[in-house]
């Protein structure tokens, strides 16, 4: 099995567990409910949405997990808004983050045979930027930020990869808000329909990986970004 789709799956199951402590927490202790949660955002009116936003803008710059802030968003807006806010503060938070690289970091120059994935990448995102960003943000289990270094880093349109960024991230933001929203009231049809997301994830995940594959290896491409930030 793929590193990346095992990578995936391990995440998934991660937050399976967690759910699961947190359901038996809040049922034993807690009795919190849903229309509890919904009652304390509504106190906050609009900048419960600006603060969510903001605070996706500014986890690139930390060292937050974009999923745990994706959960918490379903559990405080639901599946529809959360994921809304999900894929609004992920994308703007992306381009602030690629806009603010190339400002300090300068264009890679590859010439080095140890780099030949990242090479074949470069050349793939400078000549179809939109396709290329987009397979690559809707391979499950690849770091998040990590793409967006790269991207900035090449010659590829901010526009084409805000877009990009923007599309890639929609099945991931859903599952994340569905999830979220599911936390303390996780019934029979949300479980289903949480498995049949997770289930349709890893098969994107398999499929990109062909896709991808064909032209070169992830696992092998993530060592060699290693040692372009060393550098």
Same mark, same amino acid.
């Given at each position: ?87 609004? =503060?992920?994308?703007?938070? @992306? $381009? %602030? #983050? /690629? ?8 264009? &890679?120059? +590859? ?65 994340? =808000?569905?999830?979220?929203? @599911? $936390? %303390? #009231? /996780? ?8 498995? &049949?997301? +997770? ?33």
């Amino acid at each position: 099995m793929n590193s990346s789709l095992k990578s995936f799956l391990w995440k998934i199951i991660i937050l399976l567990v967690v759910a699961g402590g947190m359901l038996f927490v809040n049922k034993m202790f807690l009795h919190i409910k849903p229309d509890h949660i919904e009652s304390w955002v509504e106190n906050f009116g609009i900048w419960a949405p600006v603060v969510i936003i903001l605070i996706f803008i500014i986890r690139p710059f930390t060292l937050i997990p974009l999923s745990i802030i994706a959960v918490a968003c379903g559990l405080l807006f639901g599946r529809y808004m959360g994921t809304l806010y999900i894929v609004t =503060g992920t994308v703007l938070g @992306s $381009l %602030l #983050s /690629l806009l603010v690289l190339r400002y300090f970091l300068e264009e &890679i120059q +590859i010439s080095d045979e140890k780099k030949q994935n990242l090479y074949t990448l470069k050349k793939d995102l400078e000549e179809h930027g939109f396709k290329s960003v987009l397979m690559i943000r809707l391979l499950p289990g690849v770091n998040f930020d990590l793409v967006t270094y790269i991207c900035a880093r090449v010659e590829v349109k901010w526009w084409k990869y805000t877009f990009a960024t923007l599309v890639g991230t929609l099945p991931g933001s859903f599952l994340f =808000g569905f999830f979220g929203s @599911s $936390l %303390l #009231s /996780l019934k029979p049809q949300s479980l289903i329909i949480l498995s &049949i997301l +997770i289930v349709a994830l890893a098969g994107l995940a398999l499929f990109m990986k062909r896709e991808i594959g064909k032209k070169y290896d992830v696992n092998q491409l993530k060592e060699e970004t290693k040692l372009l930030k060393e550098n």
